[in-house]
């Protein structure tokens, strides 16, 4: 198992003693969540009436905690998983993001307020600030497929459109119990669904529990005929919810979802989200009397509720950072979980490869598939790996760093934080389509709360001097009264040269170039770093007959903030440069070329037609296009936790063997296709 960071110190002195009966309390994740929140875990009995006692949920081990805390006159504090959860089931050994920890009752018991019913039914929930984050959170939720657990596809959808939705839940859950229903309420609901839409198609869903044979749910194969079936498959609940005519529910919290995606579903028994003007209720909820907004029934349940939990920080958050992590990780699952035939990896990299794509990866040479999907370190694709790919019908993804790399060289075999798996071609390469390419092309529709979060990245990286390799020193000393422009140099057999540069594809004519071009300039030219430690090929010999100064040895960042302009072939350089304001012209065509962003000289790029704003193309190259991967807790993590580890100066070690073997690159750095 990962190990996580150092926890918090917990003021133990002023933590509330929470005495338990079940050594499921005691799981490490639930013990820590409730530790952040001020509770104790003890075992044993409480003082009389002034004892508090934890238990969880409504289960049997329960049982005996209420029983305690009725013979003693303590308070009971009842203890849940949070709506959104995890990626997989609690059952498949998967810890909370969140728990719910209510002093009252618990939210699924009809029979007794709770602290939410009590939100609910008389908190203030119309601060403009809450709804607005109410209204962002609704959106997220929906656009990143996030539901309380997460193991499925989201591209897979029901075959029918205009179906009747019926949710299944597990037998014997307690939300049924004490949410006013039984089995017989199935029966009633299912019914009911045929009944009113009569020749309708009839789409029972069944819970993820029962799909993974943990559970058993309530309707079966002999409740299916020609016009009603049972879907088991793993899909989102907001595809289904948003192909469904109807929902109708008993407790599930599928039916909040419905709600959340503008249904009015038919609800069969008296779950948290009933009897506030939002549903069809077919029983009367006696304590709600209150109309609620969509938004502001989210912003309860969601951000008023719950308590959030930051795994990569072992920090209480909001609503917002567990939307981060809770996507960054399921993502990871959605593409890694059928696993990868890998092709042209070095040794090096097998063992950081494996670790970033959850162990789900079979290394091999020859192009034999064993798993439907394949990745190819993208300087090494080939047409036969292509064809054969084809042809057995993987689909096939080039592999390249990320963009915020790491601490350290590539070329010193430092293990990247960030990765790229491109199913259409590589964003380096123009001559072809890429995903990145189909983003950036997509991002126009953005929403203002994706836009901000790359905003508030922009200006991280920016506070932070955070680049892709994040090496060098940040000594300056150039003159001004002059346009400072600076020329990053590049290695000069990388494949963004190969394929995106045009005709200047040696630094020492692109430094003839732009001397050229600017006379009167001062020009820095800053060799690449790789070519600097001798490891790939570049140098330049004569750089001060064209240059004023050489950036020799000096962070990429403090560079930039100290020119006015970047001239450049294909460098990573000028994004970085571009995101910090600077004017940025290109001689090749990188992939942050051709959106009405920079001076282009190079060829035109006619597939990229849409002009996004700066932040929009950062959305697409930091946030959705790569994934990233938390070197503490060994745990896919959002873009924001690899910054915050940048920041710290957290490395990804890559050993005492990858160190040895950087070292005897250097000797042999003519030979550097045996290591890249």
């Not at 307020?113 to 009590?118: K, N, R």
């Not at 790491?406 to 590589?426: H, Y």
Request: proline letters at 5%.
């Amino acid at each position: 198992m990962p190990v996580g960071p150092a926890p918090d110190p917990i003021n133990r002195a002023g933590a509330e003693r929470l005495n338990v009966f079940a050594l499921g309390m005691f799981n490490h994740r639930i013990r820590r969540i409730l530790a952040l929140a001020g509770y104790q875990i003890a075992l044993g009995l409480p003082p009389k009436a002034t004892g508090l006692i934890g238990v969880w949920g409504r289960t049997r081990p329960s049982e005996r905690g209420r029983w305690v805390a009725a013979r003693q006159g303590c308070q009971l504090l009842t203890v849940e998983d949070s709506f959104l959860r995890s990626v997989q089931t609690g059952r498949s050994g998967e810890a909370p993001l969140g728990l719910v920890i209510d002093r009252k009752g618990v939210y699924f018991d009809c029979n007794q307020p709770s602290d939410l019913e009590d939100i609910l039914n008389a908190a203030d929930l119309s601060d403009p600030g809450l709804l607005a984050r109410a209204r962002a959170g609704i959106e997220r939720v929906q656009s990143a497929h996030l539901s309380k657990y997460n193991a499925f596809d989201p591209d897979l959808v029901p075959d029918d459109n205009g179906y009747i939705l019926v949710i299944d839940q597990t037998r014997n859950d307690a939300s049924i119990r004490l949410g006013g229903a039984d089995a017989t309420t199935f029966n009633a609901m299912l019914a009911a669904a045929k009944a009113e839409n009569p020749g309708k198609t009839i789409l029972i869903k069944t819970h993820p529990e029962v799909t993974s044979g943990h559970r058993q749910g309530h309707f079966g194969t002999t409740d299916q005929n020609a016009n009603t079936r049972l879907f088991s498959a793993a899909a989102s609940p907001w595809q289904m919810l948003a192909n469904a005519e109807k929902v109708y529910a008993v407790t599930s919290l599928m039916g909040f979802e419905a709600i959340l995606a503008g249904h009015r579903p038919h609800l069969f028994g008296k779950p948290f989200y009933g009897g506030w003007g939002l549903s069809e209720d077919r029983q009367t909820h006696l304590r709600r009397d209150r109309a609620l907004s969509v938004t502001a029934l989210f912003s309860g349940a969601m951000l008023r509720y719950p308590i959030w939990y930051d795994p990569y920080r072992d920090r209480l958050c909001d609503f917002e950072d567990v939307a981060d992590t809770l996507q960054a990780q399921a993502r990871a699952w959605r593409e890694d979980h059928l696993g990868y035939d890998a092709f042209g990896m070095r040794l090096w990299k097998r063992g950081h490869l494996k670790r970033f794509f959850g162990g789900n990866v079979r290394f091999a040479t020859a192009a034999d598939f064993k798993t439907p999907k394949a990745l190819v370190w993208a300087a090494h694709e080939t047409p036969a790996l292509i064809n054969a790919a084809q042809s057995a019908g993987v689909s096939l993804s080039r592999l390249e760093d990320g963009f915020l790399r790491s601490k350290g060289l590539g070329a010193e075999l430092v293990p990247p934080l960030s990765l790229v798996a491109d199913d259409l071609g590589i964003y380096y390469d123009p001559n072809r389509p890429s995903r990145l390419e189909a983003m950036v092309n997509a991002s126009g529709v953005l929403s203002a709360n994706a836009l901000k979060r790359a905003e508030n990245l922009r200006q991280r990286l920016i506070a932070g001097q955070i680049s892709k390799y994040n090496i060098g020193t940040k000594s300056v000393d150039w003159p001004t009264g002059k346009t400072r422009i600076l020329v990053p140099g590049q290695v000069e057999d990388d494949a963004s040269i190969r394929f995106g540069a045009g005709d200047v594809r040696r630094n020492i004519d692109l430094l003839k170039r732009t001397r050229q071009a600017n006379p009167d300039a001062f020009i820095i030219y800053k060799p690449h770093p790789d070519v600097e430690a001798g490891l790939r090929p570049g140098m330049i010999e004569n750089a001060l007959e064209h240059a004023d100064a050489i950036a020799q040895n000096m962070d990429a960042i403090a560079a930039i903030e100290n020119s006015d302009e970047v001239w450049t072939m294909t460098s990573l350089l000028g994004f970085e440069a571009l995101l910090r304001g600077k004017s940025i012209t290109c001689l090749g065509r990188p992939f942050y070329a051709g959106w009405g962003l920079t001076n282009d000289l190079g060829e035109s790029l006619p597939r990229r037609i849409t002009r996004p704003t700066l932040v929009a193309l950062i959305h697409a190259v930091l946030i959705e296009y790569p994934r990233y991967f938390d070197p503490e807790t060994g745990l896919a993590c959002p873009v924001e936790v690899v910054v915050d580890r940048l920041d710290e100066g957290v490395v990804w070690q890559g050993g005492r063997g990858n160190r040895m073997l950087s070292k005897l690159q250097g000797i042999f750095a003519s030979r550097a296709s045996l290591w890249r």
